[in-house]
Nanobody, 124 residues
Framework: VQLQASGGGLVQAGGSLRLSCAAS????????MGWYRQAPGKQRDLVAG????????NYADSVKGRFTISRDNAKNTVSLQMNSLKPEDTAVYYC??????????????????WGQGTLVTVSS
């Protein structure tokens, strides 16, 4: 699975941005997609995720009520709407896809694909 992320940029605190991630390749192997972020000097953490089957979502506590993850199956995209942005949201955001398929031996193969990062900068 290949992922192409877009939509980062510079925004003032309180503003909004929308990130998009387009998936291609073995799309039927995708079990879930999500957005992670990594601030300088910190580890990469999950921001929001959405399952491929039911569309169930989960969010980091720090973004609940402000961020919304959604999917467009027809366009094979997942988006992250970010509202009420705060300076602490500043980070490189990465799109990810968890994959599961069965190989020729009928054994499960799991993996994770990453898109290129997109920088989100929130000024105070």
């Amino acid at each position: 699975v290949q992922l192409q992320a877009s939509g980062g940029g510079l925004v003032q605190a309180g503003g909004s941005l929308r990130l998009s991630c387009a998936a291609s390749g073995r799309l039927d192997s995708i079990s879930a997609m999500g957005w992670y972020r990594q601030a300088p000097g910190k580890q990469r953490d999950l921001v929001a995720g959405i399952t491929a089957s039911s569309g169930a979502t989960n969010y980091a506590d720090s973004v609940k009520g402000r961020f919304t993850i959604s999917r467009d199956n027809a366009k094979n995209t997942v988006s992250l709407q970010m509202n009420s942005l705060k300076p602490e949201d500043t980070a490189v955001y990465y799109c990810a896809a968890d994959t599961l398929y069965y190989n020729d031996l009928d054994a499960p193969v799991v993996g994770r694909s990453w898109g290129q990062g997109t920088l989100v900068t929130v000024s105070s």
